[in-house]
């Protein structure tokens, strides 16, 4: 076992000791997929050793969030946060509560609590290798070594991240098979279903024929494929529709699409949804809604919301393939950076990583979303332009900060808020840090 790994197993179990000492823990967890399947993990994990707990998902972590909920809990309460925390330590440290951080972001300071637990500190990237999923998974497999069937939820948190399953997430996936929870199917990475709902409310792989019934018709029935379902297609139809997939991609350069959708779909032999992108497409659906505990509830394998989840999904998806549309002709190029600058979309992170994905991958996409008051801006990139020394969380962190907001995230995709009217100083400034990262 990588040494690594085993120091922070050691960690994983000073922590999950320290847990099972208390009768109640609080929880913060990131309302993202990531953010989802880690406070799930934990969840299962304190109903099966009778702890108890309350979970709170949130956008950020800030002075104004730790106030908010401050009566629902006391000081000797410990606070968990999960997928967040390890770069917000000036916002929590003056809590008088025991405080445990699980998390795979960057940070600069270290916070000062014994219980931080965190891939970057170990010399793992937290942004390809280990998401948040996986490190509370190791502190409920260190709770209880029957919680190795929660190994699942930590590989829809990776494709939450859309991390690579290497590393320590390798390690995961190993825990996964050994538990008799998954099997796997080769071929193009998509969820079950008729090919063409698939692609028309799929993003991932976004192509020419996304969302357009009569194209996607019509490419079905040239190819054989018609009234096909992803799941009963024989070995040689599923290597002709992934050749198909690739050769477009292919002409648009996108080599990192080509590597996301085509290799290993994990499936689950005793989860209501049985496709991880499946599981993953729709958790984060529910998070679009803010219905979390829905998505918490399709975590824990409770088939009673399953129409409630689905519905979302679908409902999820058909905002996404329309802001597509909409946003395609808008979409603006800059020396360094490709950006569009639209309205009420659903989710701008969506649209940055379809952009770099499948359209426009020789730069980074920045979208910015003008809704409720201010500019949400996401950005994303690709393993490429990081070999090239892209690091859009400390572009993001920067350019922020000289407009007055507060931006962070990964080196491959990281996120702010600016005020209205600061979206050229922004663009201009992130431009400039873009193009000297990549040149130098």
């Known amino acids: 076992m990588d040494s690594a790994y085993e120091m922070m197993t050691s960690k994983a179990r000073d922590i999950a000791k320290y847990i099972e000492q208390n009768d109640f823990c609080r929880i913060f967890s990131h309302n993202d997929g990531d953010g989802i399947t880690s406070a799930s993990i934990l969840t299962e994990a304190f109903l099966r050793k009778g702890i108890k707990f309350q979970v709170s998902f ?18 000797e309460t410990p606070i968990i946060f999960c997928d967040i925390g390890s770069s917000q330590w000036n916002v929590i440290k003056d809590l008088k509560n025991p405080i445990i951080i699980l998390d795979h972001h960057k940070y600069k300071e270290t916070p000062e609590t014994e219980y931080f637990l965190n ?22 497999k260190e709770m209880s070594k029957e919680n190795i069937d929660l190994s699942v939820l930590a ?3 990776i494709e939450s991240d859309r991390q690579k399953m290497e590393h320590i997430n390798a390690e995961i996936l190993k825990d996964a098979e050994k538990s008799g929870e998954i099997e796997i199917r080769k071929g193009l990475r998509i969820g079950n279903g008729l090919l063409k709902d698939i692609f028309m409310t799929y993003t991932d792989p ?16 040239e190819n054989g494929l018609d009234g096909k379902k992803a799941e009963d297609l024989n070995k040689s139809e599923m290597e002709k529709l992934t050749k198909l997939v690739v050769e477009e991609l292919e002409q648009k350069n996108c080599t990192e699409g080509i590597k996301a959708v085509v290799g290993d ?26 219905d979390f505990g829905i998505a918490v509830s399709v975590c824990l394998n409770d088939k009673s919301v399953t129409n409630e989840a689905i519905n979302y999904f679908k409902k999820s998806q058909a905002t996404v393939v329309k802001d597509m549309q909409t946003v395609k002709p808008l979409v603006k190029k800059m020396e360094n950076i490709n950006y569009v600058h639209a309205k009420d979309l659903h989710t701008a992170g969506e649209i940055a990583s379809i952009h ?21 801006i996401s950005g994303r990139g690709t393993h490429a332009l990081v070999n090239d020394g892209l690091d859009l969380a400390e572009a993001f962190r920067i350019s922020a900060d000289f407009v007055g907001g507060n931006g962070g995230g990964h080196k491959i995709s990281a996120g702010t808020a600016i005020p209205i009217g600061k979206e050229k100083e922004f663009l201009t400034k992130m431009d400039e840090i873009v193009g000297k990262q990549i040149k130098n």
Do not use: W
């Open 58 to 75: 949130i956008p950020k972590l800030d002075e104004n969030i730790i106030e908010y909920h401050k009566e629902s809990f006391d000081e």
């Open 119 to 140: 891939p970057e500190t170990y010399g793992i990237s937290g942004s390809d290798h280990m998401c948040a999923a996986c490190v509370a998974y190791l502190v409920a």
């Open 155 to 157: 590989l829809v948190g």
């Open 206 to 221: 976004y192509l020419e024929i996304t969302g357009d019934e009569q194209k996607i018709d019509k490419f079905l029935k």
């Open 265 to 290: 779909t994990v499936l689950f032999k005793n989860h209501m949804i049985q496709n991880i992108h499946d599981f993953s497409y729709i958790i984060n659906s529910c998070a679009n809604y803010s």
């Open 356 to 376: 770099v994905r499948y359209i426009m991958p020789e730069k980074p996409f920045i979208c910015m979303n003008e809704k409720d008051g201010s500019i949400r």
